[in-house]
């Protein structure tokens, strides 16, 4: 754990240089990075959406048919809001309440739970409302307590924070709206960017965590574990976060190096595509492809590049339309490699 953590520090160390190189193109790769964290989040909320259904919602802008559409859509106005404002959210519960209206609008009303307590004032003996209200503020006061004092290690803190919330059952919640889970969710990352890790600039945490659901349920629940008595150890979602977060770093490297030697190199835009399509494992491939390796290149230089391969009889259209494939006819000889993402958003827009 000790290991990861300096591997972790030593990538964050770096957060000011990655912001550098890809200033030019860090609109690009955050709208790239919203439509995946929208994606694999829905999928975590498992809405009952097709695959096809859910990433047409999650790239354009289309009317809603249904309650579960409608939390796609809210997803993404969420998201936007955090990856490009994260620095303005406000430890308070009024933003936590304000997140979770956000994410749910226009499908249930969230609130805060109120429990009946015994007054142990001056009406001892009689019941009075308590809003869980008290409870949140409680929560942030301790963590930003914690925090300025510098005494614990932010990531270590920020899963200590976020065992507690899940816990504390602050928000009204049904079998089919888990408010306070989901909530829970976007607050950890929330904190995580705000405070240290800025690769949710660049690569999808929520991708990470979709892949990894039964360990992070399984790190939630061990963690859980004797919380109303005092006694929970959040060592095991501690170590899973920083896990995630390290995937997040090394994509982000590998993004880095890429971008670097493209900038070095002598080749043009379209050259850089024509490679990058050679290196694609497998033999068929889309323009989401593309505009996923390269968030950084107009969707009209990718598409002139394809018409250009498809004269000189190097690829094969297999389809038209949204979801058409090629499929590569040559293979380049070069000694640039790196790996290809697997994630197909076809036809991506890609505006900056």
Not at 2 to 29: E, I, Q, T
Not at 94 to 106: Q, T
Not at 107 to 135: A, H, M
Not at 324 to 329: G, I, Q, R, V
Request: proline residues 1%.
């Amino acid at each position: 754990m000790l290991l990861d953590m300096m591997k972790l520090y030593r990538y964050s160390g770096k957060d000011d240089y990655y912001n550098l190189v890809f200033k030019k193109d860090l609109s690009a790769y955050r709208n790239v990075n919203i439509v995946e964290e929208v994606y694999y989040f829905a999928k975590i909320m498992d809405l009952g959406l097709t695959d096809e259904r859910l990433k047409l919602l999650s790239k354009k802008d289309i009317i809603p048919k249904n309650n579960s559409e409608k939390i796609v859509i809210n997803l993404k106005n969420v998201f936007k809001s955090i990856i490009y404002n994260v620095q303005k959210f406000d430890l308070v519960p009024n933003e936590a309440c304000d997140l979770a209206n956000s994410l749910y609008n226009d499908v249930y009303k969230v609130k805060f739970v109120v429990e009946k307590v015994k007054d142990d004032g001056p009406f001892k003996g009689t019941t009075r409302k308590i809003d869980q209200f008290v409870t949140l503020e409680g929560l942030f006061n301790k963590f930003e307590s914690l925090r300025k004092s510098k005494d614990y290690e932010i990531s270590l803190l920020i899963s200590n924070f976020f065992i507690d919330f899940i816990n504390s059952k602050v928000f009204e919640e049904t079998d089919n709206y888990k408010v306070n889970d989901y909530i829970g969710y976007l607050l950890l990352y929330i904190l995580l960017f705000k405070f240290e890790f800025e690769c949710f600039n660049y690569k999808s945490f929520f991708k990470q965590i979709y892949e990894n659901m039964k360990s992070f349920h399984n790190a939630i629940s061990q963690c859980s574990f004797n919380w109303s008595s005092g006694w929970s150890n959040c060592t095991l979602v501690h170590k899973f976060v920083v896990e995630q977060l390290l995937v997040c770093y090394d994509l982000t490297e590998g993004e880095l190096v890429k971008t670097t030697h493209m900038r070095d190199s002598k080749f043009s835009k379209t050259e850089d595509v024509e490679i990058t399509i050679s290196h694609f494992p497998g033999d068929t491939f889309s323009k989401g492809d593309i505009q996923k390796a390269h968030p950084n290149i107009s969707l009209k230089t990718i598409e002139r590049t394809l018409e250009r391969l498809q004269a000189e009889g190097k690829i094969e259209a297999l389809g038209t339309g949204r979801s058409a494939k090629w499929m590569k006819k040559f293979k380049i000889q070069s000694g640039f490699e790196y790996d290809a993402v697997s994630f197909n958003f076809d036809d991506t827009e890609g505006k900056k």
